[in-house]
């Protein structure tokens, strides 16, 4: 038996340790550890609400506007703000463009060295791989030219002994199945999305004011003004520009993302065996399509277990806990049983061992990251437990997007239970959004032109408005998955706040039944065939997209001080 850790494990945000088994070639157990702690928490105790947002979308630089979202939703939800109609297609328009974006980040320059060899593409015929290309989609840059000119800028940087991204890779591992063609293929599409994602997100400087983290956000609704005749508001030039990255977002993901996702799975059909995990899926469900409390929402909440696509049970919030039995935190009540989060207590209590440590196994604490629950059993969320839940519900869109997926790759519905099945619902969700975005854009016209304009309600602006006591909770489905703010609002401050986050659910650890978290479960049997280079275990974290520091922030295990900063 060898015993495999990868720390940290790159092309994520932030700091991850994973810890295998390895028997037999395949992983027969496993161990996922944040190496970090959180303190958002604590940070916000005593503050504003209405300022809550400002300070969680700051919790990570590549989610973004995502916790921005969730808290401001939160806040509203305490107190009883309804934003008007403007104000949710700003918000659906700024999700979308934000999951879109980061979907495509995520194939290209965070998950595609795992299937790619880079190195093997030097060998590529440009002429072959501009048949491949023409053969599989009609985006322009396919000539032989322009393959030649990206397999000269590849041999340069080999030759310089300077690879840059491409560098401390295993190049050459027996893992790697694509022809030199297809490789090459890649690595120029790999930095066509450099530039392409560059430019899409300008969205958010149009309705947001930069990015990341948007400065238009506001309790009660947007800071972003419509008008017609004003130049610094939302008008027919942004309206129209707005288009123009919608139409280019579409024209990307149709014609060079999703061929490349069916190329690529092509020759790995395999891993639709992979990967499967736990087997339970959650999702809460995003951008509504009406105003009001309850709003229809395009993509559908609901929990699936056991894999079972027949039944889509009606998602509960009373349900979620979470444990502390093998995290560094303590409860207040003892850490064998879970907590909800409205309840919930962040008290930080570092066991462990000292870095650097050879490892977790028998560890009764290992990870910063809590484990949490949905009715006492793991949960797998993210862009493939939202396609499930939607495709399980009827959603018309979806079936045919994955009925189409499926069929070219010639697999059944069950192959989606696996780690290929993430990487697939993925590039379906991002094909589904960019046609979404245009109908959002086309509503916002409308309004506009009707001088229907009111972005922000006033009227529950005031703290003396609001009960002397509120709790509330503010979901969202962020690219990686189910994310929840929880505040407990007394006297007009923040008294208690817990972030629940995609990557908590998924990179959790153990709970005090000993059940495994969804990466962990994950990794089982999943084949190895190098113990020194394992890309396979990389494959299916990086699956997940995990984004640890969501989940949390740094602190010094010795208690030494970084770092000073002065509030202003």
Not at 11 to 32: C, K, M, P, Q, Y
Not at 260 to 269: E, G, I, Q, R
Not at 299 to 313: A, I, M, Q, T
Not at 431 to 450: P, S
């Amino acid at each position: 038996m060898t015993h495999i850790v990868v720390d940290p494990v790159t092309r994520i945000e932030g700091h991850l340790r994973i810890e295998a088994e390895v028997d037999g070639g395949r992983v027969t157990d496993a161990w996922s550890s944040a190496t970090m702690f959180r303190g958002i928490e604590l940070i916000l105790k005593g503050r504003d609400p209405r300022d809550a947002w400002a300070f969680t979308q700051r919790i990570c630089g590549v989610c973004t506007t995502v916790h921005a979202i969730a808290s401001i939703r939160a806040v509203e939800n305490a107190i009883g703000a309804q934003p008007p109609q403007n104000a949710r297609l700003l918000r659906n328009l700024i999700m979308a463009y934000q999951c879109v974006q980061d979907h495509v980040i995520h194939f290209y320059h965070l998950h595609a060295l795992d299937w790619v060899d880079v190195v093997s593409a030097l060998s590529a015929d440009p002429a072959k791989t501009s048949a491949l290309a023409e053969s599989i989609s009609d985006w322009p840059l396919s000539g032989t030219k322009y393959f030649a000119g990206v397999k000269g800028r590849l041999k340069t940087f080999v030759e310089r002994g300077q690879l840059g991204p491409f560098a401390n890779a295993y190049w050459g591992h027996p893992a790697y199945l694509l022809p030199p063609e297809a490789n090459l293929m890649a690595v120029a599409h790999y930095l066509e999305a450099l530039d392409w994602q560059r430019d899409v997100i300008r969205a958010h400087a149009i309705l947001g004011g930069k990015n990341p983290h948007l400065q238009s956000f506001l309790v009660g609704g947007m800071a972003t003004p419509i008008d017609l005749d004003r130049q610094a508001s939302i008008n027919d030039g942004s309206i129209e520009e707005l288009r123009q990255l919608a139409a280019k977002a579409k024209d990307f993901v149709s014609k060079v993302y999703i061929p490349d996702l069916l190329a690529v799975a092509s020759f790995y059909k395999a891993w639709a065996g992979v990967g499967g995990g736990v087997g339970n899926y959650l999702v809460y469900g995003d951008y509504p399509e009406d105003d009001g409390p309850n709003p229809p929402l395009f993509l559908p909440s609901g929990v699936l277990r056991n894999k079972d696509l027949s039944k889509v049970e009606k998602f509960d919030a009373a349900k979620i806990t979470e444990h502390v039995k093998h995290s560094w935190y303590d409860y207040s009540s003892g850490d064998d049983k879970g907590i909800h989060p409205s309840q919930g207590e962040t008290k930080p209590n570092y066991t462990g061992p000292t870095p650097p440590y050879e490892k977790l196994d028998g560890t009764a604490k290992y990870s910063w990251l809590k484990a949490p629950r949905y009715d006492g059993l793991p949960m797998e969320v993210g862009p493939l437990s939202r396609m499930l839940v939607a495709y399980a519900s009827g959603h018309t869109r979806v079936k045919e997007l994955v009925g189409d997926v499926l069929k070219k790759l010639g697999v059944g519905p069950e192959a989606l239970f696996s780690t290929l099945g993430r990487v697939a619902a993925r590039g379906i969700e991002t094909l589904l959004l960019t046609e979404k975005i245009e109908g959002w854009i086309d509503q916002l016209a409308v309004n506009m032109h009707r001088r229907q304009l009111k972005i922000h309600d006033n009227s529950k602006w005031e703290p003396s408005t609001w009960p002397k006591e509120a709790m509330g909770v503010g979901f969202h489905e962020a690219p990686r998955g189910a994310l929840g703010h929880w505040v407990h609002i007394v006297d007009g401050a923040i008294a208690n706040y817990q972030c629940v986050v995609p990557s908590t659910w998924n990179a959790g650890p153990r709970d005090a039944q000993g059940r495994r978290g969804p990466y962990e479960e994950a990794l089982l049997n999943t084949p190895v065939a190098d113990p020194t280079k394992p890309i396979e275990i990389l494959r299916t974290i990086h699956s997940f997209d995990p984004c640890i520091a969501c989940g949390v922030h740094v602190v010094d295990a010795r208690r030494n001080l970084l770092a000073k900063v002065r509030a202003v």
